[in-house]
């Protein structure tokens, strides 16, 4: 069975111009671990993609935080990172790793969601 477990957020506040980091550690049967996300929702909205990050190293950001998070991941730890620098409050949410994994040899992949780690920016 796999699991994404994240951590950093804390469910504590940050002030603007703050900043976070977020991890996000894949553990369980794993083959291979393709993409792996962060993904956040903010009350009322629906979940929207925030960065995204191949096994080959290459990296997508949101608009709205380009510049300002950096994804990144260690593959030999299994594990996804996200640095978020210069908060805003509409930054506020929950934010979710998400990863596309092979758990054998076999040729399928599963999505996989983390439980979800809440990230408050004040004013």
């Known amino acids: 069975q796999v699991q994404l477990m994240e951590s950093g957020g804390g469910g504590g506040l940050v002030q603007a111009g703050g900043s976070l980091r977020l991890s996000c550690a894949a553990s369980?049967?794993?083959?291979?671990?393709?993409?792996m996300d962060w993904y956040r929702q903010a009350p009322g909205k629906q979940r929207e993609l925030v960065a995204a990050?191949?096994?080959?190293?290459?990296?997508n950001y949101a608009d709205s935080v380009e510049g300002r998070f950096t994804i990144s991941r260690d593959n030999a730890k299994r594990t996804l990172y996200l640095q978020m620098d210069s908060l805003k409050p509409e930054d506020t949410g929950v934010y979710y790793c998400?990863?596309?994994?092979?758990?054998?040899?076999?040729?399928?992949?599963?999505?996989?969601w983390g439980q979800g780690t809440q990230v408050t920016v004040s004013s």
């Open positions: 990050s191949t096994s080959a190293g290459s990296t």
């Open positions: 369980g049967s794993i083959f291979q671990i393709n993409t």
């Open positions: 998400h990863a596309d994994i092979m758990p054998t040899r076999e040729p399928y992949v599963y999505s996989y």
